[in-house]
Structures are given as C-alpha cells and as structure tokens.
C-alpha cells in the first residue's frame, strides 16, 4: 500500500491545556469539521468521541491521552488530546515527546492557570512549536487582551494574536481575521459549519487596524529579509506575512494567537487553517538525533524520509480486553510492515510486528504498512516499553528516553482472598505497565499491597479500573505521604563478599564514599578507581549493586538525593568475579547508609487558590496551620490568587475544607515543588 499523501503534508499535533479550558470540546469540532463526526460530542454529556473510558465521561475529564486521525484540506492530521489534570501530566509528558507541534488552549477566563504554565515548559523542554487558542470567548469574564499579557508575562512567551474577538462574554459575534483583515461570522444552527466572510464593521476598525501593526511589526522583527522593507514603509503582501509567520513559529520565536468559542463553533476552522500555515510537518524538523547503540558518546541522525531505515519510540503501552497488549510508536525514519522484525534497540532484543493498527481513539482499523510520521499502534509487543526506541535490526539507533514524575503518595489495598489478591497483582502490572507514574509493591510483613501514584485523584483512577475493567473489589486503605530519604554525613565504607553460589565461589571487595547529594540529583555514582581495565570489567556489577541497595533505604523509603564514588575495587586475579563485585557494593551500600545517618524526607505542593476576596483571611490562616507557607497574592478581574508552598501530609482533605471555608466557591490546584526534612508530629524535633 503506497503513502496516500506527501510527508509535507502530514500533522502531528497535541492539543494541551489546564483541566476545563476546553481541549476535548475543541477536539470534537475539529473532527465534526474535517468530517470524521457527524455529529458533534459534548463533555459535559459524556458523549465525547476521545474520552471513551467511563470514568471520563463520568468526570467530564480526560485520563487517557487519545489519539486521533482526519483530514482537513488535502492534509493528514494526527491529534493527539491530552489531559489537563495534574495527576495525569504523565500523558502529556509522552504525548509532547512524540508530536511535531501543539495547539495550547486557554480559557479567556481563566488565562494561564498552573497547569497552562506546566505542559507550557514541557514543550520548551522539547522544543515543540505551537499556535495558541483562547477558548470560550463567549463566557462571562472574558477577557482576550488579558490571556494575551498573561502569557507573555506568566510563560516569558512572545504572542501574536492573528484573529481577534469580535465582542465578548454575550456579546461575542464572531472573529477578525488580521492577515485578510476580514470579519467572520459563524452560523449557530450549522453548529460553526458554515461561516460568512464580511467588511469589518465600522466599531471594530480601528481596533483591527492597531493589532494588524502591531503584526506586521512583529513579523518584520523576527525576518530580515521584511525589516528593510517595513523601514522603508512598505506594506507586506499577506503571503509574506504567512510565510515569515511559519518560519518564526517554527523557531518558537513567536506564538501566533487565535480565539473563539469551540462550544459555539466559533473560531475553530481558522484554527485548522492555522495548523496547516504554521505548524510544522515532519520534513520541517530536518532530522532527529539518537545515539550510536554499543557507544552513549556516539550521535547517529535519522531524517524524516521512507528511504531511511525504520526508527520509532514506544511513547505509550496500553491494556485492551481484545488484544491484551497495545503498543503506540511514533515513526521517525522508514517504514514497517506486518510480519517484519524490529530492534528494541535499548534491550538488545527481537520484537516481531504481526500487525499494525491505525487508532481512532478507541477504534482501530488494521493497515498493512506504516510510513515516516504515522502515529500507529501495534499489538502484542511483549518486550517494548515506554521509552524503548525500534529500529531496523541492521542500523540501530537508541532515542532519548521519556522522563516522568516519581510517585508522591501511597495508598495500601487489600483483597479478600489470596487468590484474587495474586489476580490483583498480576491486573497491577498490566496498570504499571501503562502508566510509568504508577508504582506499586507488596509489603512482606503485613501482606499489603501498597500502590504509589502522582495524587489522590490518579490512586482513586487506579482502584476504579481494578474493579470496572478486571472486577477486581480491593479495600483501598487512606492515602499516605510517599516519603524519601537521604543521608546527613560523609563516610568512607568498604564491603566485601566472599561465598559459594550455586556450586562456583563468588568474590568481590570494594570502598566506597557516600555523602549527601544535591537536591533533585537522585543517585549519582562517580567513579575514582585508577586500574581502567578494572573499571572496565566490574564497574557495571557495582553500579548495578548500589542502585539496586538504594531503592529502599533504612526507614523503608526510596532513597534520593546520594553522591557515591567508588574509591577501590580490591582485584584479585584469582578469585575477584562480577557478581561477587556487585553483591560486595551493594553490602558496602546497605552499611554505609545505616552510619551516614539517614534524614527522612517529606514532599512539598505548589498550592494555588482562586477566591473571591472575601474569603483569602481564612483561607490564608487555614494554610497557615497546614504549615503552608504564602508567597503571593495576585488579582484577577474579581477574584484574587494566592500561591503557596505546603507539605503534602497536610494537604490530604483540603477539598472538603476550602468549600466549607469559601461556600464553595474557591477552587485550587496542586502539583509537586521539590522535597524537605519531613516534621514527624508524634515528635517534637525534625529529622
């Protein structure tokens, strides 16, 4: 089966955003539009076509990242709609990593809230090039030059609005297109379908005419080739504006910025047009870096080309009841067909490709070749895991890996027998497997499974799926603080092993330094033994030993935060071995830790309260008392927004209190700041 469409008109698009701003509803219209739908999803009724899991369409929110194909315009585009909560930034993490670009929606209330500001840094820190959409323009406080200010001064970007609101809140009307300099208005009864090109009318002139310079000298700042040009007084021709648009959204140096109302229909067509004008195609991004398989040092490029050899990331694993297993890839390089063998470049394993599955959120239509920017998925893959690059078996490449938030919060489960406790376990895996952000173990001594997650909300997700998709009822204890722990002191330690293992002797002795860390480091291993050669054979087994003493340090916590140096590897040409190295750095590790006094750590929340200000003294001394600790109010329009940072030990609850403080009419959101000497109330002094 041959590529239907060229490479240079393919979209790999992610839209993202705060909970609530309207990712899924603006998704909906996008597929009601290019005509993937024919008729039109609503949230808040939980017919959603990408919010197909029933917890969704009970929440009106989005868990599971969905993946979606249509066409608009003779162009392929691949959508991806990510969640906005917190809890599930994980999705959004893997998402960005894998999408060429992104459309980031605001609410034209609420501007940019913490959630904006996060999934925004995640695509600076992978460099995806985005438009922006101010959302629900029709609702009342809506203000589009404030979204505009918020995001230049809040996420340090450079907007440029291109469309403008015709009106607001009741009064908005429709948009102003700033390149054709055109009125557009949206019939309500076609559902925004169908659209009018009228004159600006007279009340909106001038404002028109004040954002289209304010255009125009945005673009000539960011293109040589117009600066002259705009000195010289000459006005741009509306392709040149479009062309040094792409270029300049493509550098990220400018976020050209849209609006409308995607419940109403309003604005989203434009937004379409705006994907194809100004985000990029797989064949804009050049090529994509990897390093050499047998050497980390070592870059191999793939360029974004069939003729290339195959390279794909795994960015996704999902559990389906028909198919058990299903793996999501993002193709960089070439294309693979049913019944090829691949590389898992990262294991050094085989993984054969029985079939390839074009996803439409939860449908899924079986192709016989995937190609160079396709987002497909492919059953069954019993090795590949998130983060595991696939290649050709002759030319392997290894791609950066995804990195994820560590778990915050337990919560312990019981089930009612043993056996369907093992069932639990085995229903745990396929959750873990799924989700990186989820951890989960089961305590020796009390018999507990405990499950560790990113928030309340997330664990909660998690025991909801245990008893709808494998009707499993587990007894879900309270959640607990997911505490770390590292150590106060520097000490020198050495460890030795000598002993018989299955019928040959094992042998290794080894000195090591640990001392305390920087904070966010995790566990860093230097290594200063001066024999190379030694260093070559054994220094593997040792770090393989230390990380593996480090996960649980003596309170029964992971350990974070941890300098190790190997100073000495004691070699004895007769007797030293690799697993008598490693099981000597991991005793070396253990005692070292239980002397270098361990300090318990406790994690700390970012806390943002919107409320009106009637209510911010009791809200200010109520976090007082959770020892939070305030570090700003600000206004916005008729509410005021405090920022504060508090342990999440204190936090647990907080929902039920703030309503009752506020008469419900104050929300928050949290998300994970960095970790500190945790206060134990039972005792008076900190650890």
Known sequence: MPRTLPLSRTRNIGIMAHIDAGKTTTTE??????????????????????DYMEQEKERGITIMSAATTCYWKDHKINIIDTPGHVDFTAEVQRSLRVLDGAIAVFCAVGGVEPQSETVWHQADAYKVPRIAYVNKMDRMGADFDRVVRMMREKLGANPVPITIPMGAEENFEGIIDLIEMRALYFDEDSKGFMFESRDIPDIFKETAELNRAKLIES??????????????????????????LRSSTLSQKIIPVLCGSSKKGIGVQPLLDSVLNYLPSPLDLNEYIGYDVNDNNKLLKRK????????????????????????????????????????????????????????????????????????????????????????????????????????????????????????????????????????????????????????????????????????????????????????????????????????????????????????????????????????????????????????????GYPLVDIKVTIDKINYDPEKSTELGNQIASSIAFKDGIRRAESILLEPFFEVEVVSPEIYIGDIISDLNSRRGKIEGITQRGNVQILKSIAPLSEMFGYVTKLRSISQGRASYTMKFSHYEPAVIKSQTNNY
């Open 304 to 555: 974004p080309d069939d003729d290339e050899p195959f390279s794909a990331l795994a960015f996704k694993v999902l559990s389906d009841p028909f198919l058990k297993r299903l793996t999501f890839i993002r193709i960089y390089s070439g294309k693979i067909r049913s019944g090829e063998a691949v590389m898992i470049s990262s294991l050094g394993k085989r993984e054969r490709i029985n079939k390839i599955l074009k996803i439409q959120a939860n449908k899924k239509e079986e192709i016989p070749e995937a190609f160079t920017g396709d987002i497909v998925a492919i059953p069954d893959l019993k090795l590949t895991r998130t983060g595991d690059t696939l290649s050709d078996q002759k030319h392997q490449i290894v791609f950066e890996k995804i990195s994820f938030s560590e778990p915050v919060i337990n919560q312990s489960l019981e089930a009612a027998t043993i056996a369907e406790r093992d069932k639990m376990l085995e229903c745990l895996a396929k959750l873990s497997d799924e989700d990186p952000t989820f951890k989960y173990r089961l305590d020796d001594d009390s018999g507990e499974i405990l499950i560790s997650g990113v928030g309340e909300l997330h664990l909660e997700i998690i025991v909801d799926r245990l008893k709808r998709e494998f009707n499993i009822k587990a007894k879900a204890g309270k959640p607990q603080v997911s505490y770390r722990e590292t150590v106060s002191k520097k000490i020198k330690q050495e460890g030795q092993f000598e002993n018989q293992i299955s019928g040959k002797m094992q042998y290794g002795s080894v000195v090591i330094t640990i001392e305390p860390g920087d904070k966010g480091s995790g566990i860093i291993i230097q290594n200063n033994n001066d024999d190379l050669q030694i260093n070559k054979i054994y220094q593997n087994a040792i770090e393989k030993g230390i990380r593996e003493a480090a996960q649980v340090g003596p309170n």
């Open 219 to 244: 673009v000539a700042e960011n293109d040589d080739n117009l600066l002259q040009k705009y000195l010289d007084g000459h006005d741009f021709s509306n392709d040149e504006i479009k062309k040094s």
């Open 29 to 50: 219209r996008i597929l009601f539009y290019t005509g993937f739908l024919h008729k039109v999803g609503e949230v808040d009724d939980g017919t959603a076509f990408t």
